[in-house]
């Protein structure tokens, strides 16, 4: 059966409706959002390389106020004066040794670590193991960590020490915790440099 006139019009509009949208949603659609995806990341790469610029721009100034503070009297102060690591490394042992000292602590031992560097300064550190009370311990590190030249103190380990008491007549033997605890830690120092430290043990000294 023949369709009418308008009938027909109206199936071809639709097929060429339908045509039309495959032909956006295949060809047209894509290509909208790659050049909205190009748009955005052209926009952001924009962004960065105008911080890059700000960043560059600003360097001169943060450089130069890193070397004012580098030159600061204060932070010379806090400064280990040496000639060299080993000597920055004695003097460090010298204080390590002095607050154990003073804190009423027992000094075990004392190991140079290896000399290094760090934010343009020569690191020197010392291990020290000792023994002492909690109060004894106490005194020790307020003693380092308010020292001029700065004493960093780093890795700090405390341990009771169990002791073994001997079996008496008709008793077992008795197991005991002595007041002294066994403490261990690294204490830094820093220093100027004037070439780069060379990175190695600087030696150690033991007492």
Do not use: C, N
């Not at 580098?70 to 806090?78: I, V």
Request: net charge positive; glycine share 8%.
């Amino acid at each position: 059966m023949a369709l009418r006139p308008p009938v027909q019009r109206l199936i071809a509009l639709v097929i060429l409706g339908a045509l039309a949208f495959a032909v956006w949603a295949a060809g047209v659609a894509p290509m909208m959002e790659a050049h909205a995806r190009k748009r955005a990341s052209a926009a952001r790469s924009a962004e960065l390389i105008a911080r890059y610029h700000s960043v560059l721009a600003g360097m001169p100034r943060l450089e130069a106020e890193v070397a004012e503070l580098h030159a600061h009297p204060a932070l010379k102060r806090g400064l280990i004066a040496a000639q060299s690591a080993e000597l920055a490394a004695a003097r460090l042992q010298g204080k390590v040794k002095a607050s154990v000292a003073k804190g009423g602590a027992r000094l075990i031992s004392i190991q140079v670590l290896a000399a290094g560097e760090e934010a343009g300064f020569g690191r020197i550190g010392v291990r020290a193991r000792l023994s002492g009370t909690v109060a004894a311990l106490t005194r020790v590190l307020l003693d380092l960590q308010t020292a001029w030249p700065v004493v960093i103190v780093d890795s700090l380990g405390v341990r009771a020490q169990i002791r073994r008491q001997p079996a008496r007549r008709g008793a077992r033997a008795a197991l005991s915790v002595d007041p002294a605890l066994a403490i261990r830690f690294d204490a830094f120092g820093f220093m100027a440099l004037a070439e780069p430290v060379r990175r190695g043990d600087a030696g150690e000294a033991r007492r």
